[in-house]
């Protein structure tokens, strides 16, 4: 029983590591320009009759979003969480369902011990874009333990839109083991080996 916790905690450190990782990955010059197409887009729907000023402050409103986002994620890299938030939540005000706001937003609350903040700006994340897997898993991760049903259901998801994403099948097989579906369990920490072999070094925990 003793081990199994150890084991347990042992990949969950291990994949939290990949998962912050991930983060700064996703937040990068592709996940700005993204998002500053997504914003380009909003502020472009302008009402009728402005006499193409809509198309100016689009262009305006693009190259802010552009700005805070660089700002954002500078922050972000220095640990300055307090700033960043303030950038991520001022791309809100110009464009607020931005997807990559609220989910950079997601991973500063996560990162500082806030977790039901977390997951209420992935869930915004999400409600703009469904199948935006980094919010997903990174909830995920934080339900395991409170919600461990809601946890597997958002890994399925992850693994269906991704079937290479080998760490959302080990975190997934892991919440499988502690819920005592061994079959299941067994089934996904194979496929998150046979994805990346690197992973064979973590064992499941055994059924408590």
Known sequence: MKNAKKNHAMISAAVLTIVATAAVACSSSSHTATATATATATAGS????????????????????????????????????SAATTSFQN????????????????????????????????????????????????????????????????????????????????RLAVVQAGQGDSTDAKANDAKAVSIDPALSKYKLPAKS
């Open 91 to 170: 791309v809100l005000v110009i464009s607020p369902s931005n997807v990559y706001a609220n989910y950079d937003l997601g991973v500063i609350a996560q990162s500082t011990g806030h977790p039901n903040a977390a997951i209420s700006y992935y869930n915004k994340a999400l409600a703009a874009n469904a199948a935006y897997q980094p919010a997903m898993y990174n909830e995920a991760i934080l339900l395991e333990s409170s919600q461990p049903q809601e946890a597997i259901a958002l890994y399925q998801k992850v693994v269906k839109i991704n079937p290479k994403a080998a760490t959302a099948y080990l």
């Open 46 to 81: 302008s009402p009728a009759g402005t006499g193409g000023t809509g198309g100016s402050s689009s262009l305006t409103a693009s190259s802010h979003i552009t700005s805070l986002f660089q700002s954002g994620l500078t922050q972000m890299e220095k640990k300055k969480w």
